[in-house]
């Protein structure tokens, strides 16, 4: 089993690029949720998805588009990059308190 | 303010010691309390949890909660160089929904 895997590992965009980070779980869960992380600032949640079908906001969604594609896959995009969203991204899934993350796509945009 | 505050650290100790790690919330609604533990460049993966106030042991660690303080810890026995990496609470309203608050997260680093 993968668990959670992300792509790209590593990005760098110049500000009002686009890009779409990649997701996929292997664990048959519900769940899915992407976070950002930044110094100081803990894990804060952009988008979740409940199920197969629905998305909804989390703590910080601004700037921010998701799409639940299929049950595996959770895909975040950037439309127009901004420097304040360079950050590292997490990718999630699992129900309630246990989660399980992925490896991480450190994004820099100058 | 935040929901829930965590000193950052970072904490260095030596081998073998005692280390305990604090959070503090705002919200009394939180029922569900976690400790994630995150090795550099890695995403975080869950150590504990606990429901309500309680205490929690599992081997070195443990894990209390106190509602009425709006204060948990997470205490590390017998420290190893294995445990250096940052330690992140979260909280849940609920085990359904999954939205965590988390904590900024403590970086530890255990010196042999």
Redesign the interface.
């Known amino acids: 089993n993968a668990g959670?895997t992300q792509t790209p590992k590593f990005q760098v965009l110049k500000t009002g690029q686009s890009m779409t980070l990649q997701c996929a779980q292997d664990m048959n869960h519900n769940?899915m949720?992407w976070y950002r992380q930044d110094p100081?600032?803990?894990?804060?949640?952009i988008y979740?998805s409940?199920s197969e079908g629905t998305t909804d906001k989390?703590e910080v969604p601004n700037g921010y588009n998701v799409s639940r594609l299929n049950k595996r896959e959770f895909s975040l995009r950037l439309e127009s990059a901004a420097p304040s969203q360079t950050s590292v991204y997490?990718c999630?899934s699992?129900?309630?308190?246990?989660?399980?993350?992925?490896?991480?796509t450190r994004l820099t945009v100058t | 303010q935040k929901e829930v505050e965590q000193d950052p650290g970072p904490l260095s100790v030596p081998e073998g010691a005692i280390v305990s790690l604090n959070c503090t919330y705002s919200n009394s609604a939180f029922q569900y309390f976690m400790w994630y533990r995150q090795y550099s460049r890695k995403g975080p993966e869950l150590l504990m949890y606990t429901y309500s106030s309680g205490n929690k042991e599992d081997g070195r660690f443990t894990a209390q909660v106190d509602k009425s303080s709006k204060y948990i810890s997470l205490f590390i026995r017998d420290s190893q160089p294995s445990d250096s990496a940052t330690y992140l609470c979260a909280m849940s309203r609920s085990s359904n929904t999954g939205k965590l608050i988390f904590g900024q997260g403590t970086t530890l680093q255990v010196k042999p």
């Open positions: 959670v769940s949720y100081g600032m803990g894990l804060r949640l979740y409940a989390g997490f999630a699992g129900g309630g308190y246990e989660q399980y993350f992925g490896p991480g």
